[in-house]
């Protein structure tokens, strides 16, 4: 599921260094593992969610395809459900079932995979990366990057910037 794929790439892509990175990484594995064990043992307490039919799995994934098309203006809730097909409920279960979250979880999750990406590309500042993946508000930007990934954007910007040019002075 897409919920450990994120885990999986901030384990990957871990910011810190000595103690710290060990703990982030020995906590990403637990985490992992949580994951890994409440889908061979759902819990009794987990709200159960319904079985989707395979038309609805499609229609939900075709919803995945078009949020992940346009991650600086995706459309609404309701206009995305009725674009595929599906009522909105529906929609949200399709997606916290099959992608373990919901479709506004899953949204800010592809945004926010995509700033790292482009804040590593190094093309950008962190206000141009936040617009481009639809934050229209830096300081809201800089914290859900900044709880998704343990490290501020601008730091993360930072740290890509000195290692390149540590790298530059050792060729």
Known sequence: PRIMDTAVDQLMTCPYTGPARRLFIESKVIELIAHKIAQICPSDSAPHLPDLHSHDMERVRHAREILCSDLETPPKLHD?????????????IGFRKMYGTTVFGYLRRMRLLEAKRLIDQGDMNVTEVALSVGYNSLPSFSKAFTEFYGIPPMQCLKKRFWSMGSKAMRN
């Open 80 to 92: 995305l459900a009725r674009c595929v097909g599906i009522n909105h409920g529906k929609l949200n």
